[in-house]
């Protein structure tokens, strides 16, 4: 349900789908740190495979920074993969070092494979193949030219790729944007002014475009200062665009866009983990989570909601307590569902270490002692709510939209139980199969707290 390779965390990604329908999985990935160095981490992709979005295998390293010397030879950042004649192209960020201030210098090279399958990569050059025009993007302090999405053009034979800049009109710690650029042959590009440069966003990352069923468009921007993803639609590509609002939650990053195996259309995205496994461990780079459905109705903004394709991985309801479970529950007035106690001793047996509430359009999920771990405010009050906890990991869903997310690594598993207007309910749950339950290395999913 969540992945990571053994040993190694997972950052930005993209995903592939061969003719067989097998899935590929290409992501930066690193140690688990509190001290995350990009530069000296982040130097490499990992691949894995699957047949669902649910279940990956590892394959190992597929892409690395270049030679001394040349504009990726310090890091390599966010891809994005198309086809090109039976193969592939990829767009990636390479990092060629440091400003003077300690910036990195960012630029987009180009690489080809003659298969689908994330490997046999070869680059293009020794250079990029486009990089920020400093008439309208920050060229060097604080400069953003990474994260390539390419599609095709709506307007000619052509390609267009966004990607993520920095505003030169605007002050730094605003200056987020979608820069964009057009080619006839993927090799050579030109610039243009910021497609959307909203004016109240300090980073506006791993931008994706998706062409929706009336031709019409759909972006996708991860916000740096919230670390979650806002929408973005427009009749075609060059807009204009109108701003939608959050679609992912705080702690949800990086999205993906991708035809699941039923052939609806879902997101994938990341979610950190903390250092050490532990609630007052500092976030870190984290995991792959499972799909979620995309919705995009025609009168009102995107939202995700639960992917029926997970159902598969569930068991029967049943009220015993399992750590990784999917649970609904009712919502009227003032709720409460306690999903695991503290239980260290007798004493202890009944102190909520894991809560999720809701009162009206107000959302939250407490850790002990009720400290807030999450919190949203929805646009509408709840009538019911889909919790699901995977390890750490808790979403919860309001009126089958995603909502909310965050860590928890206290307590241990108990019935799960409701109490409203001072009465305790209890809640059936339908267990989560892992797709693999004997890892027991550091990006596997946390198993709970150790027997005492």
Not at 285 to 303: C, E, I, W
Not at 330 to 343: C, M, P, Q, Y
Request: aromatic share 8%; with cysteine; glycine share 12%.
């Amino acid at each position: 349900m969540r992945y990571a390779p053994p040993g190694l965390c997972v950052n930005d990604f993209d995903l592939l789908r061969d003719a067989e329908g097998t899935y590929t999985v290409l992501h930066l990935q690193g140690p688990w740190t509190t001290e995350f160095d990009h530069l000296r981490m982040e130097t490499s992709y990992g691949r894995a495979t699957s047949a669902d979005l649910v279940h990956w295998e590892p394959q190992g390293t597929a892409f690395g920074n270049g030679l001394p010397g040349r504009f990726d030879q310090q890091a390599v950042w966010t891809m994005h993969i198309v086809p090109h004649g039976a193969g592939t192209a990829m767009f990636y960020t390479g990092v060629s070092g440091l400003t003077p201030g300690g910036w990195p210098l960012q630029s987009v090279g180009l690489a080809y494979s003659d298969r689908t399958d994330g490997t046999g990569w070869r680059r293009h050059g020794t250079g990029p193949v486009v990089e920020a025009d400093a008439r309208w993007y920050r060229t060097g302090e604080r400069m953003g030219w990474r994260d390539p999405f390419v599609v095709r053009d709506d307007e000619s034979e052509g390609w267009v790729m966004v990607v993520c800049a920095a505003d030169a009109s605007l002050p730094v710690e605003v200056s987020g944007c979608v820069a964009w650029a057009t080619s006839d042959d993927l090799e050579h590009w030109t610039v243009h002014p910021p497609l959307i440069s909203p004016g109240d966003i300090d980073e506006l990352e791993c931008p994706v475009l998706e062409r929706l069923d009336d031709g019409s468009w759909l972006l996708l921007g991860s916000i740096g200062a919230t670390r979650g993803f806002e929408a973005w639609t427009a009749p075609r590509l060059r807009g204009p665009w109108t701003r939608r609002g959050p679609l992912g939650p705080t702690g949800s990053y990086a999205p993906r866009v991708i035809a699941a195996p039923d052939g609806s259309r879902v997101v994938l995205h990341t979610t950190p983990r903390r250092v050490g496994l532990t609630d007052t461990g500092d976030r870190c780079r984290g995991m792959l989570a499972q799909p979620k459905s995309l919705v995009v109705p025609q009168d009102s903004a995107p939202r995700l909601e639960w992917w029926p394709g997970l159902d598969h991985w569930l068991g029967e309801e049943t009220y015993d307590a399992p750590l990784h479970a999917v649970g609904d529950v009712g919502i009227s007035g003032r709720t409460e569902i306690t999903l695991r106690t503290l239980a260290s001793d007798a004493s202890d047996a009944d102190r909520p270490a894991l809560t999720v509430g809701c009162d009206g359009k107000n959302l939250w999920v407490t850790g002990p002692d009720g400290d807030r771990l999450g919190e949203t405010l929805l646009p509408e009050p709840a009538a019911s709510l889909r919790i699901l906890t995977i390890g750490e990991y808790v979403e919860v869903y309001a009126d089958g939209v995603f909502a909310l997310t965050t860590l928890c690594y206290s307590g241990r598993p108990a019935p799960w139980a409701a109490y409203a207007e001072g009465l305790r309910h209890p809640v059936s749950v339908r267990p989560v199969r892992l797709p693999d339950p004997h890892r027991d290395d550091a990006s596997a999913v946390w198993p709970g707290p150790s027997p005492r």
